[in-house]
């Protein structure tokens, strides 16, 4: 659809992108990220998340893995995943 409508489609991306830089993570995240830190054991977070609040609580962007991307980085635009 960015194809078709480019102008619709990046109006949402930029209001979506305004909307979740301008939330806060809940107490969840500080609670995983003392329990990483506590235990001392090498961890990884694996998150469908594309918010980018694991980043924002403190969790090291290295050890972070989101399977469905993230806001922060720009992904093909292009129909069938042809970049």
Same mark, same amino acid.
């Given at each position: 659809?960015?194809?078709?409508?480019?102008?619709?489609?990046?109006?949402?991306?930029?209001? *979506? %992108?305004? !909307?979740?830089?301008?939330?806060?993570?809940?107490?969840?995240?500080?609670? %995983?990220?003392?329990?990483?830190?506590?235990?001392?054991?090498?961890?990884?977070?694996?998150?469908?998340?594309?918010?980018? !609040?694991?980043?924002?609580?403190?969790?090291?962007?290295? %050890?972070?893995?989101?399977?469905?991307?993230?806001?922060?980085?720009? *992904?093909?635009?292009?129909?069938?995943?042809?970049?």
């Amino acid at each position: 659809w960015f194809s078709e409508d480019p102008l619709f489609a990046w109006g949402i991306n930029y209001t *979506q %992108l305004s !909307m979740y830089r301008s939330c806060v993570p809940h107490a969840g995240y500080d609670v %995983l990220l003392k329990w990483a830190r506590n235990l001392g054991k090498p961890y990884h977070v694996w998150t469908s998340n594309i918010d980018g !609040m694991f980043e924002k609580v403190g969790f090291p962007p290295e %050890l972070i893995y989101a399977c469905h991307g993230d806001l922060q980085h720009l *992904q093909c635009t292009k129909d069938r995943r042809t970049c």
